[in-house]
């Protein structure tokens, strides 16, 4: 196992985290690669290919898992529902390498590497209320339609940019609630102030209930 892999490797991780998605966007076409529908009861990787109309997204929910440090941590992960029934789900992780588990000390160090996992409902969300047994809360997001596709097209834009230029997860500044912090920044019409709730995940939804977006 590497203290500090190198992150612009494929090679390094565990299952379901040694590749990345990709997303091409062809006007309101949007087609992705290595969308995850692992299946953790056998531990067995699995990816598809899929295509959505970005004209066709309809909502976003917005799914809260707390866990550690007496619950005041919590796992954030993002749903982009269509009106012609079809979905996705986004969370995004530390990626990890074979047999490793989480380390509040390599957490704060470059050591894992930063993935934004594209994946199916059974895939996410399936994991953690089938198998951890996680309580789960869930809000959706009160955007219009507009806003709705320029965060969809922001989180591709990162995506997309992870492939050429990777980046490390750090509890504190790059996480899955700072990239959802940093998306309110750069599309929301409102004046988004950085807090205490960005730090103890856990909290966001009294943070985006302040500004009227749950």
């Known amino acids: 196992?590497?203290?500090?892999?190198?992150?612009?490797?494929?090679?390094?991780?565990?299952?379901?985290?040694n590749k990345l998605a990709k997303i091409d966007v062809d006007w309101n076409k949007l087609f992705f690669q290595?969308?995850?529908?692992?299946?953790?009861?056998?531990?067995?990787?699995h990816y598809f290919d899929d295509s959505f109309d970005l004209d066709k997204l309809d909502k976003i929910v917005l799914y809260s898992i707390p866990f550690g440090l007496k619950k005041w941590l919590s796992h954030l992960i993002l749903e982009f529902k269509f009106s012609d029934g079809k979905n996705i789900f986004l969370s995004v992780e530390a990626r990890r390498q074979p047999e490793e588990w989480f380390s509040v000390l390599k957490w704060l160090i470059h050591h894992y590497g930063l993935i934004f996992i594209w994946g199916t409902e059974n895939d996410l969300i399936w994991l953690r209320r089938n198998i951890r047994k996680d309580k789960i809360d869930s809000w959706e997001l009160k955007i219009d339609k507009e806003k709705a596709k320029q965060w969809l097209l922001y989180f591709i834009n990162r995506t997309n940019k992870l492939i050429e230029k990777p980046e490390y997860y750090n509890v504190v500044t790059s996480n899955c609630t700072t990239n959802l912090y940093d998306a309110l920044k750069e599309i929301s019409d409102k004046n988004i102030k950085f807090s205490w709730e960005i730090v103890l995940w856990a909290f966001?939804?009294?943070?985006?209930?302040?500004?009227?977006?749950i």
Request: hydrophobic content about 30%.
């Open 1 to 17: 196992m590497y203290l500090f892999p190198d992150i612009k490797r494929n090679d390094i991780w565990k299952k379901g985290y």
């Open 34 to 45: 290595n969308i995850r529908d692992m299946d953790h009861k056998n531990f067995e990787e």
């Open 204 to 213: 966001i939804d009294r943070y985006l209930k302040r500004y009227d977006i």
